[in-house]
Structure formats: C-alpha cells, structure tokens
C-alpha cells in the first residue's frame, strides 16, 4: 500500500498537475457562477480537451471542475437571488435575505468555508469507502454485476423529475441507443445502416455534448433579450468563533451529503434541504430559518458540497453512476480506455490513489479560487450572452471532432441537441437516456456472460447472497419510488 | 397547447417508434445469428417494448387526465418572444459543418461564432467582426498546438 501512494504521488506531484487541478477547479467555479451553466455542461466541455493528457492529468482537471461548479452554484444563489446550480436552491433560502440584512460578505464566508469543510471531509470517506466497498466487489462475477447494474437502474427515478414515466422511456431510449453497433459477445453488427462509422457505435462524447450542452444552447437562445444588470459584491469575510460555532451543523450536513450522495439517484438537491430542514429541527432558534441564518447556509452548503465523495464511492468502487455528473464522468473514464470498479484498483491502484489526493488538492484549492471567484463576480455576470454561447458552441463542435477526427460525429452531436431540446420542452428528463445508454453495455454483457457461464441458466441471478442482496435492494427501491409516486398523486389531487 | 395534449401525440409517436422498431428495424438491421445463450435481439427488443409500454401508459394518464383542473402549460419557454432563434442557432451549426467539411476550419468557425452572436442579441459590428476572428485563431492554436489535435 505504501508503494502504491508513493508512486502515486510520484505521478500526481507535477507542475502540470498542479495547473490542471487549479484550472479544473477555477472553470468549475465559472460554470457553477453563471446562472444557465452547469456542472455537468462543464464537465462534458472538457472531456474533448483531456483527449492529449496522461489519465491523472485528465481526471485531475474532471473532478477540479466538478468540485469548483458545486461550490460557486452558492454566488449568484446569495447574491442575486438565483441559485447558479439547482443544488445552490437551498442556499437562496438564508444566503438572499442575509445579502438583503447587508450581511452578505458573512454569508459568502460561511459557504465557502462549508463547503470545504464538507468537502474534505466527504473525500476521506470515498478514500476509506471505496477501498472498502471495492475489496468487496474483488467476489463480484457476472451475474453479481447483473444485478447491481439492475438495481443501478432505479436511479433512473430518482433523476425522473416529475413524471417517472417519461424517465423510463428516456432510460429504454438510452438502452437503445446503447446497442447501436457491434454486439459485445458475437460482433453481430446492430442498427448500424450500413455505415462502418456506426460499427464502434454511437460516439459517447457526441452524445453527451449533443445532449447536455447543444440542447442548453438551443434553450438559451429563445431565453428574451435584455440588459445585463450591475451586481453589487461584499467581501467575503467571517470570523474563525463562528465557523466554529456553526461546526456541528456542518459536520452534519457533511454526513447526510456523504449519505445522501452515495444512494443512486439522490445526490446534491435533495441532500442540501434536507440538511437544511435537520438543521433547522435542531436549531434553538428555528424561527430565524428563512429570514437570514448563517446555520441555514452552513447546512446546505456541506450537504451540497459532500454529496462530491458520496457519489464518486458507487463509480470509483463499483464502475456505478450515482447520478448525472458521475455517469458523464464514468464516460470520461471509458473514454481514456479505463474502467472504474474492482479491476481499476487491481490494477492501477496507483492511479486511484493519485486520484484521491487529486481530490483533497482540489478541495485545499477551493478557498484561494472561491474567495478569487467571489470578488471577480459581478464581471462573470456581466459575460453578454452573444459572447458567452457563440464560443461555448465553437468549443462543443471543436471538442466533438477532435476525439475522432470525423465529421460524422458533428452531425450525431447536432442530432441529440435537437433531440434533446425536443425531450426538453417536451418535458422528458434527459438524465435517464445517458444513464441508459452508459449502463447497457456494462450490464448487456454481465448478463449475457452470466447466461453463457450457466448455459442459459435463468436461475444463476438469484444464486449467490450478492445478487440477492441487490434483487432485493432492487426491489425495495421500486416499492419505495411506487410508494412516493402514489403519494405524491395524492397529494396533487388533494 | 397544454401538458397532456402533447403528452397523448408524444404517446401515440412513441407507440408508432415502438411498433416500427420491433417489426421493421429489429427484424432487418439487427441479425439474429442463433448463437449463445441470448440472441442479440434481446435488449434491443427489451428497450423497444419499454417505449412502447411507456407510450401507452403516457395516452391512458394523459385521457384520464384531461379533465383535471391541474392543466400545466408545458413551458414558459413556449411563449417567449426568440422563438426562431433554436432553429437558427441549429442551422448555424448545421451550416458550420459543411463549410467545415468543404472549406475547413478558417472558413468555418468565424462564421460560426459571428452567426451565432447576432442569434444570440450582439448588435455591435466591431464586436462582431473582431471576436470570431480572435476566437477562432485563439482556438486553433490551443486546439492544434496546446492539445495536439489538428482542425484541418
């Protein structure tokens, strides 16, 4: 094990490196600040540009750009009153009327610091976690991956939004889309026309890009012109007595955001409120929740921020998405010719350590590029929208080609941004598809290689205690999203 | 038009998909070539009767729903005033990768950003004369020289 960290810190402790983590976390800060980005836009727009770098320099800017856009969502959610990330939303609850009371400097303090706290902590329990979880995983065969990627499929409802339905057939679109090219067992050629671009199947990068960031392009652009307005900016300033004060309250929205963030399909927004509403039950003063308290942006800034090791546990261990931002990472790892789960840390636990102390790096960064970000915020709001989007869709069509140098990918990058704006305003979530479509691979062959092993034996998924225990997790999730699904009809008709 | 119109015709277009896949696409562009535990029809067929299923629960909740006073519009989006202005910003792109294809990057992408700016409200000519130049050349060289990966 010493070997491996020193070796891993051999590959980690470059200049370079160094300039990727800062860079990832100041263009996560960016995409987080500016209400319309996001995160997972962010991170999708930097994959193209990792193509060139060793694996450690790549994942370094990736998760640097994850971490920076969950914390800066709390910027324009304090200030403005519009939260950059919609897991900033529970921000705006405390954050907005403290900037109103003159007191936002406090406030932007009291995030920030929560945020790192929450995040430090978060990345020693992946560490310790996904060690642990990816020991057990060491026993995992077919049929046990079988399952897991069944039960990985629930999450599918947990990024649904308000209709489950409209999920699943975005998740069966996914599926679909996920088959298109050679079959993984036999290479028997599936929807592929024809065309040998389509045998290697639909290019992830294009579809990723096309989906989460040329769809957002086609959104903003019918978004009504206007002026873009001054923004006021307090220092950012609070004393170490009440950091220390509010401690508790972070460290619990710590624990529920390493929770929260490691079950499929929950992740950041639910985390934060419900960090906030704990936080506001054990509070002496409730009353102060919503008119401007300093333990309601504590709470919800640590729970937001360490969902980040929660959810990266299920991916690093298991080769699992936990949800959106981590199912476009899982393709950044396939894309640099790695598979996240047991065989990564059997194989290049180097790397998985390198990758760990990538994270804390990031998360010491934080402070520097925050504070940084925090007083630069009234120019990043003042970005005019026809120089922000011209060259975010330069940098999409750019970042597209250059993974393989073909035209064909553009069009598919353009086809799922029509699509994708399509399901948009249609209202279909587009989560499911790309969860779908990163899932069927992985869970086609288990399946597949379990039924071959077995001589298409249906019973080899219910033989061991491991695929059990995930049928029976598997169904306890559905009866639980049933349940909620039922409730709230009830009381929507109520 | 409200939520549950749209999600009947959204249900009858996938109910049709459905049907067109599983006896049309399936059957002539995926071979069933009889070796191994399980044809490579499966989760293709799996997936297609998923959207099928879905479309027909999406025509029965939108019936049973028509009638509710819970009628949400579909977006706000609908109604703003740049309706156009998807439709240009994807004939841009569509635009960028012909020129592209045919002419390359130099002649591409300044055209590109400067289309684009005006989609998106730029009214200042030099602005729009001068930003697609710099991008595209800034670009370029990060592209081709700082990440090796030529444009051309």
């Not at chain 1, 989460?212 to 002026?227: D, H, R, T, Y």
Request: hydrophobic share 55%; charged share 10%; net charge positive.
């Amino acid at each position: 094990m010493a070997a491996d960290i020193l070796s891993a810190l051999e590959m980690l402790l470059s200049i370079q490196n160094m300039i990727a983590i800062f860079a990832g976390v100041a263009f996560g800060v960016f995409m987080g600040a500016v209400p319309g980005l996001t995160g997972t836009m962010g991170i999708a727009l930097v994959i193209p540009l990792t193509y060139a770098f060793e694996p450690i320099t790549a994942f370094a800017l990736l998760l640097g750009t994850y971490k920076g856009a969950l914390f800066s969502g709390c910027i324009p959610a304090i200030l403005i009153n519009t939260p950059g990330t919609p897991a900033a939303a529970a921000t705006v609850l405390d954050g907005y009327p403290l900037t109103q009371q003159g007191r936002g400097g406090e406030a932007m303090g009291m995030a920030l610091w929560s945020s790192v706290i929450g995040d430090v902590i978060s990345t020693i329990a992946l560490i310790f976690g996904a060690l642990l979880l990816a020991q057990l995983a060491t026993k995992f065969g077919p049929a046990e991956f079988s399952m897991l990627v069944l039960f990985s499929l629930t999450i599918v409802a947990g990024v649904s939004g308000d209709s489950l339905t409209k999920g699943l057939i975005a998740a069966a679109f996914g599926f679909i889309f996920g088959t298109v090219g050679l079959d993984p067992m036999m290479a028997t050629p599936r929807f592929t026309f024809g065309e040998i671009t389509m045998l290697n199947g639909i290019s992830l990068m294009a579809m990723l890009i096309g989906l989460f960031a040329v769809s957002e392009l086609f959104i903003q652009a019918e978004a009504p012109l206007s002026e873009v307005k001054k923004v006021a900016v307090p220092k950012a300033k609070i004393s170490w007595k009440k950091i220390r004060e509010k401690l508790p309250t972070i460290m619990r929205g710590s624990a529920i955001g390493i929770v929260l963030g490691s079950i499929p399909g929950l992740g950041a927004t639910p985390s934060a409120f419900l960090s906030y509403s704990e936080a506001k039950r054990a509070s002496k003063t409730p009353e102060k929740f919503g008119k401007g308290s300093l333990d309601g942006v504590a709470a919800a800034e640590s729970a937001n921020n360490a969902t980040a090791g929660g959810a990266l546990i299920p991916l690093m261990a298991l080769g699992v998405p936990g949800d959106v931002v981590t199912a476009v990472l899982l393709g950044a790892f396939l894309i640099h010719g790695l598979a996240p789960g047991p065989q990564l840390f059997a194989e290049h636990l180097d790397l998985v350590y390198a990758i760990f102390i990538a994270l804390l790096i990031a998360a010491l960064m934080l402070p520097v590029i925050g504070l940084a970000a925090i007083r630069l915020f009234s120019r990043i709001a003042m970005i005019p929208r026809y120089v922000l989007y011209p060259v975010i869709a330069i940098l999409c069509l750019l970042g597209v080609y250059g993974f393989n140098s073909s035209p064909t990918d553009l069009w598919v990058m353009l086809g799922f941004g029509v699509l994708g704006y399509g399901m948009r305003k249609l209202a279909f979530p587009l989560a499911p598809m790309m969860i779908g479509f990163v899932l069927e691979p992985i869970g086609e062959q288990s399946v597949r290689q379990a039924l071959t092993i077995s001589s298409g034996n249906w019973s080899v998924f219910v033989s061991t205690p491991i695929s059990i225990l995930f049928l029976v997790l598997t169904i306890l999730s559905v009866a639980f999203i049933t349940r909620r699904t039922i409730n709230d009809r009830k009381g929507v008709q109520a | 038009m409200n939520i549950y119109k749209l999600d009947m015709i959204s249900g009858a277009g996938l109910l049709v998909l459905a049907l067109v896949l599983y006896y049309l696409l399936i059957p002539n562009f995926v071979a069933d070539n009889g070796i191994g535990a399980m044809s490579p029809r499966f989760f293709p067929k799996l997936g297609t009767m998923l959207i099928g299923a879905g479309g027909c629960i999406l025509i029965a909740a939108s019936l049973r729903s028509s009638g509710s006073p819970r009628k949400a519009e579909v977006s706000s989006a609908l109604n703003q005033p740049q309706k156009l202005s998807p439709l240009l910003s994807a004939a841009a792109i569509a635009g960028f990768i012909l020129v592209f294809q045919w002419f390359g990057y130099f002649f591409a992408a300044p055209l590109l950003i400067a289309a684009l700016m005006i989609v998106f409200g730029g009214r200042n000519l030099l602005a729009i004369l001068l930003l697609p130049a710099a991008a595209t050349a800034i670009l370029f060289a990060v592209f081709s020289f700082g990440l090796n990966l030529p444009l051309q």
